[in-house]
């Protein structure tokens, strides 16, 4: 949290409110190479199998945050975001969607169409991430493939179906090899430990716990404790989702010999990894990313999450709404509304 705080520092100086307006524009949040504002975009064009929507509601994360600061280099300008749900407004004539239906984003990885495996219909390695490499969601309206997309229910609250895409990849860690009867542990931030373990409960894993946050005297604390060998080699798997050196070090010492560390982290710089305590524990590494798509919408809808949700700021109020994720890393996730009527 050092250097998120430390580029936060920073942060508010950078936030600038541009009064610029066209017809043929529309606002966005914008991360510059030198500031972070919201102004007057082309509305994006809208490529055969994308689907265009107005922008209901969209969810600040962790990776918006460390794009915001600086932290996580965009290598030029990028319309944030890629939490989101909308209103169809354009489609396809063969599309499964309609105008008007409701959509969240569940997969914001996109294939990008130019290497072998895009050719030949098999996973893309070089895949692009919207809100990263393509413009997002922080915005009146956005353009995402339909393969990106999945159905809401009407009557889903809009702060429920905005975490479609987190659920999604928080419950990746259920493709891990791991089983429901084993013991294990969640490593991450209040609320991404609390999400994960709540959908690990929720597909059989009784005996899962989240670990205290560790930026907080307790995780402190919990990891002085692993450190000096009192828990270690306690769990049968660790799920790591902090993204962070210490993190992954303390998920090798919980670890039992044999046993599987899932790496779930997307960090913004490359961690250290101690390959010597791997191997000679003989410990499984298992990336995952995206569980399937359909659970997630299930999930949104069945998981106890409303304690995780947090206010909805107007997007005129953007500046506001990423210091209060930066201020509050561990706090309820925040939201922003492109139309002010839907802000609470």
């Known amino acids: 949290m050092t250097s998120l705080r430390m580029a936060g520092n920073s942060f508010r100086e950078l936030v600038h409110r541009s009064t610029f307006r066209r017809t043929d524009f529309m606002k966005a949040v914008v991360r510059s190479p030198t500031r972070v504002e919201l102004g007057d975009i082309p509305v994006p064009s809208r490529p055969a199998g994308w689907l265009r929507l107005r922008v209901l509601l969209a969810a600040i994360c962790r990776t918006d945050v460390q794009a915001a600061t600086g932290l996580l280099p965009l290598g030029g300008t990028r319309t944030l975001g890629h939490e989101v749900v909308g209103e169809v407004v354009e489609t396809d004539p063969m599309s499964r969607y309609r105008v008007g239906d409701r959509l969240a984003v569940a997969q914001p990885l996109i294939p990008c169409g130019d290497c072998k495996a895009c050719a030949d219909g098999d996973r893309c390695a070089r895949r692009l991430m919207l809100g990263v490499d393509v413009d997002g969601a922080f915005a009146e309206q956005v353009v995402v493939p339909e393969v990106s997309l999945r159905a809401v229910p009407p009557e889903l609250p809009l702060q429920r179906a905005a975490c479609v895409e987190p659920i999604a990849a928080m419950s990746a860690v259920l493709g891990a090899p791991i089983r429901p009867d084993a013991r294990g542990i969640v490593l991450g931030s209040g609320r991404i430990a609390d999400l994960t373990t709540r959908i690990m409960r929720a597909r059989g894993f009784a005996d899962v716990e989240a670990a205290p946050s560790l930026g907080s005297q307790q995780g402190v604390r919990f990891g002085e404790i692993a450190t000096d060998g009192s828990s270690r080699g306690y769990y049968d798997f660790v799920v790591e989702a902090a993204g962070t050196d210490e993190a992954l070090d303390l998920a090798l010492r919980l670890v039992r010999p044999g046993g ?85």
Request: aromatic share 4%; charged share 20%; glycine share 6%.
């Open 260 to 344: 599987v560390v899932v790496l779930k982290s997307r960090p913004a710089v490359p961690l250290a990894l101690d390959v010597t305590r791997a191997v000679r524990n003989d410990v499984t590494l298992a990336s995952v990313s995206y569980g399937p798509l359909d659970d997630a919408i299930r999930l949104v809808g069945e998981l106890d999450i409303d304690d995780l949700m947090g206010p909805v700021y107007p997007m005129v109020r953007f500046g506001e709404a990423l210091a209060a994720s930066l201020d509050e890393p561990l706090g309820p996730k925040i939201f922003i509304a492109p139309d002010a009527s839907l802000a609470s």
